[in-house]
């Protein structure tokens, strides 16, 4: 398996020394992601690293499963009895994006999976975010993929189901597949806090373009997103050029799985062993 330390500027991210050389680092990603709930790393992968993870993933891209969908920013099915035709818990947009399960990435040969798999990145991410212990998701599709949008393909306006996402930004498209963000929209779930729906509703109008945050896609950035709690979408993709966004799955229990309908969708397949050829 190659070297995932090759494959990051250790210089400008101390990956391997979180608590030494790299804490000041962390502090101020922690910061900023504290103050607005996403932190950006660009240049996170070396400059030739990233050619070759690129050209990794295009090799991939034939087998990726394609999900074209229509849901609400809170990814569940709505109910008509409990919220009026235009509340935001009923409003539907499309969400069309290709993804290569975790399984599809060579045990023996794949940087990408290299990566994922490198303790030292776990506790560098541990520390960032201020979670400990943190563990590698254990599904064998879903631990990480690759997400894939062509033209015409995009991701409506919605709340994440998990309270972080790492991403790893590996090519924009031409034009489009602008990753958009309303941070911090919506207060802890697990407290009865206030939903905001009124500012949702403006969002998923088109009314409230001050409060959209355009985030710029550059090859080599990690970013950490707390994509429960804020409102985000990825526009329309334009060009023949693929967008590739690689996905990293940690959580904070051990042994996290994808639900059997969550893998149908994603993956179009429950288990490994399903692959053929």
């Not at 034939?62 to 709505?78: F, I, K, M, N």
């Not at 969400?95 to 290299?114: E, I, K, M, N, Q």
């Not at 990825?234 to 799985?257: C, H, I, N, S």
Request: hydrophobic letters at 40%; one cysteine or more; aromatic letters at 8%.
């Amino acid at each position: 398996m190659p070297d995932p330390a090759a494959l990051v500027d250790l210089d400008r991210y101390p990956v391997r020394s979180p608590t030494g050389a790299g804490a000041s680092v962390i502090g101020h990603h922690a910061a900023e992601l504290q103050q607005h709930g996403v932190s950006i790393l660009p240049g996170f992968l070396r400059n030739d690293a990233v050619a070759d993870l690129v050209q990794e993933s295009e090799g991939l891209v034939a087998g990726a499963h394609r999900q074209d969908v229509q849901s609400t920013p809170y990814l569940e099915v709505p109910d008509p009895e409990a919220w009026p035709a235009n509340h935001p818990r009923r409003t539907l947009a499309r969400s069309s994006v290709h993804t290569v399960a975790y399984d599809r990435f060579s045990a023996a040969t794949s940087g990408l999976r290299a990566l994922f798999e490198w303790d030292s990145l776990v506790q560098f991410v541990s520390c960032l975010l201020g979670r400990a212990p943190l563990y590698r998701y254990a599904d064998p599709l879903g631990a990480m993929n690759l997400t894939v949008m062509h033209e015409d393909d995009t991701l409506g306006w919605h709340f994440d189901q998990t309270d972080f996402v790492v991403s790893l930004a590996l090519q924009p498209s031409d034009s489009g597949g602008e990753f958009q963000n309303v941070p911090r929209l919506r207060g802890d779930i697990n407290e009865e806090a206030d939903e905001h729906y009124d500012t949702v509703g403006r969002v998923l109008a088109g009314q409230a373009p001050e409060l959209i945050t355009t985030i710029p896609m550059t090859p080599g950035t990690l970013m950490v997103f707390e994509g429960r709690g804020s409102l985000h979408r990825v526009t329309p993709v334009q060009g023949a050029t693929a967008r590739l966004v690689v996905l990293f799955g940690y959580d904070t229990k051990e042994g996290t799985m994808s639900s059997d309908v969550l893998k149908e969708i994603r993956y179009g397949r429950r288990h490994p062993e399903a692959v053929s050829g």
